[in-house]
Each structure stands twice: as structure tokens, then as C-alpha cells.
């Protein structure tokens, strides 16, 4: 199984550089190798951002998404529901009883609950505070693309307010959540089956990066670039989702 899931990722990545290199793609060649020339965007990150600043972040990632509408490309996400499932029976091995069964149970919950009908597009799908840029107190740019592919809008506002909104213990920050969420919805307004959906959607994106950080934690795969993180961190946030249930601050007050 793994195997396989090896060989297609390698033709997905096979596939990918050869749509770039035709004419008009982002890349050309250099020494006989895929490359790209980028500019260096000023600014620098913001690691305890205030409620203004999350407004911002929401503002620029509903404007991301709106302007994804118009990229025809699409990729499936490499790391969504089914990579989690695929993944899951090598991680369990490496932690305790209680920490596998609510991993088993999460996964198990998300199954279930699979919202066919929530507007989807591109997405960033990583937009934490290490990837937004600041100069003099506003966004300069964003950066580190590597994971964005077609999936849930929804689902990168949770990524989104997961990392941007959260205190020490994992649980939201209200003022901080509110301020980005109500920036977001000014430029593009939550549908009602979006509404419904956002519990389940902010524990997607924790369980998300827990899997993420326990199988870069537990499994490092040699020359991976990705840096192996604390996977406590998301593990609380999730933890901290399923307690607040419908006390979770929502897309419309």
C-alpha cells in the first residue's frame, strides 16, 4: 500500500512539473532542472498577532479564494480525509492508549461527516502566521504555497483560525476569531450549509495537522524538507474543539 501510494504521488508530481513547463507555466529550466526566479517579498512574520492583524488575514484569504475562481487547475489535497485514514494505522503504534482512541475517534467522526455541498475552490490550506508577511503593521505578502490544492474553502478558514485565533491551552480566542471571520464573510459571505458545517470543520483542521506533525514526528522520511513539530500542539486545539462544541465562536454572531 505504501508503495503505490509512493508511485502516485511521484506521477501526480511528474504530471504537475510538465503542466508548469509548457509554455506560459511558471517554470523554466535551469542545469537541466524544473526552477523558478521569484522576487523577495519585504516584511517579516508576526508570532502574537491582535485582533486587528486576524483581520486582515481574513480579509486577504477570502480575496485568495475569490480569486481562485478563476484558475482552472485543480489538485486533489495530497493531505485530506483519505491520507489521514491511509496514515493513521502507521502512527497509532507510536502513542499511547488514550491519544490512539481519540485519533481513531476523530477520524472515525470526520467520516462521517463529509460535507458534499460546501462551496470548494483553490485553497492555501497552510495560511499560518509564519506564512503572512507584515510591513509596518499591514500584509505584504503571502507565502509557502507548497500544500494549497482544490479543496473545501471552509476548511482552510478553519486551518486558518486554528493557528491565527488559538491560546496557549488550544482553546479560541473570541475578539481574535470574530475579528477574522467577520472580514472574511465582507468579501465573501458563509452560505447557511457552511454555518452548519464550521464545528466540524475547525476540528478537521486540527486533526489535520495533528496526523501531519505525529507522521513527520514519528515517521521522517530522508530528505524531507518539512521540519518535524510538536504534534501536542494540535492535538490540544482538537481536544479543546470537541469540548466547546456549539460554544465555539461562529461564522455568523
Not at 50 to 63: E, I, R, S, T
Not at 80 to 105: H, N, S, T
Not at 219 to 231: N, Q
Request: net charge positive.
Amino acid at each position: 500500500m505504501l508503495a503505490r501510494r509512493i508511485e502516485d504521488f511521484r506521477c501526480r508530481c511528474i504530471e504537475r512539473c510538465q503542466q508548469l513547463l509548457q509554455p506560459g507555466g511558471f517554470l523554466g529550466e535551469l542545469n537541466g532542472k524544473p526552477a523558478a526566479l521569484v522576487s523577495f517579498l519585504p516584511g517579516k512574520d508576526i508570532s502574537k498577532p491582535a485582533a486587528g492583524l486576524c483581520a486582515q488575514v481574513g480579509a486577504v484569504l477570502a480575496n485568495i479564494h475569490l480569486a481562485g475562481r478563476s484558475y482552472q487547475a485543480r489538485m486533489d489535497n495530497p493531505r485530506g480525509p483519505r491520507w489521514w485514514k491511509a496514515v493513521m494505522p502507521e502512527v497509532v503504534p507510536f502513542l499511547g492508549r488514550d491519544d490512539a482512541a481519540l485519533l481513531e475517534e476523530e477520524v472515525r467522526f470526520q467520516a462521517l461527516h463529509r460535507f458534499q455541498d460546501l462551496p470548494r475552490g483553490a485553497i492555501h490550506a497552510d495560511l499560518f502566521r509564519d506564512n503572512v508577511l507584515f510591513e509596518k503593521r499591514r500584509i505584504s505578502g503571502v507565502i509557502d504555497f507548497y500544500f494549497a490544492c482544490t479543496d473545501v474553502l471552509l476548511y482552510d478558514v478553519a486551518i486558518t483560525v486554528n493557528d491565527w485565533c488559538v491560546d496557549g491551552d488550544g482553546a479560541l480566542d473570541r475578539k481574535r476569531a470574530e475579528a477574522l471571520l467577520d472580514a472574511y464573510r465582507k468579501m465573501r459571505p458563509f452560505t447557511a450549509v457552511e454555518r452548519g458545517a464550521w464545528p466540524v470543520m475547525l476540528r478537521a483542521g486540527a486533526l489535520r495537522f495533528w496526523v501531519s506533525r505525529l507522521y513527520d514526528f514519528y515517521l521522517p522520511r530522508p530528505g524531507e524538507l518539512t521540519h518535524a513539530k510538536d504534534p501536542g500542539h494540535f492535538r490540544s486545539i482538537l481536544v479543546a474543539h470537541i469540548a466547546a462544541g456549539e460554544q465555539l465562536p461562529q461564522l455568523v454572531p
